[in-house]
C-alpha cells in the first residue's frame, strides 16, 4: 500500500488549494477513503469521507468550503479547499478508512 499526498503549500486567508493523493497496492475503487489532518500540537481530526458509490460526509467545520473527489480510474483522492481559515493550518493525509498505513502527507499552512 502507498499513498503519495501532493498539493499543499503557503495560502493566504480565503484562498483556495487543491490537494492530490495518489494511491497503489490496494484496491482503490473499493475503497472508502479519507483525508484527515493534524496541526502542531493537535489531536489527528479526520476531515471527509467518500464511499466507492459517491457519498461524501465531512466535519462541520469545512463544510461549504471542501469538496472531497476521486478518480478512481486513476487511483486518486482530491481535497478541493474554498476560502482557507488559519484554523486549517495542518499536514493532511488520505488514509483509507480503517487501515493503519498512512502517507508523509502534504503541509497546508493559511496565513497573511
Known amino acids: 500500500v502507498q499513498l503519495v499526498e501532493s498539493g499543499g503549500g503557503l495560502v493566504q486567508p480565503g484562498g483556495s488549494l487543491r490537494l492530490s493523493c495518489a494511491a497503489s497496492?490496494?484496491?482503490?475503487?473499493?475503497?472508502?477513503m479519507t483525508w484527515h489532518r493534524q496541526a502542531p500540537g493537535v489531536a489527528r481530526e479526520w476531515v471527509a469521507t467518500?464511499?466507492?458509490?459517491?457519498?461524501?460526509f465531512y466535519t462541520d467545520s469545512v463544510k461549504g468550503r471542501f469538496t472531497i473527489s476521486r478518480d478512481d480510474d486513476n487511483g486518486r483522492l482530491y481535497l478541493q479547499m474554498n476560502n482557507l481559515k488559519p484554523a486549517d493550518t495542518a499536514v493532511y493525509s488520505c488514509?483509507?478508512?480503517?487501515?493503519?498505513?498512512w502517507g508523509q502527507g502534504t503541509q497546508v499552512t493559511v496565513s497573511s
Open positions: 497496492g490496494f484496491s482503490f475503487t473499493e475503497a472508502i
Open positions: 488514509p483509507a478508512a480503517g487501515s493503519t498505513t
Open positions: 467518500m464511499f466507492p458509490g459517491g457519498a461524501t
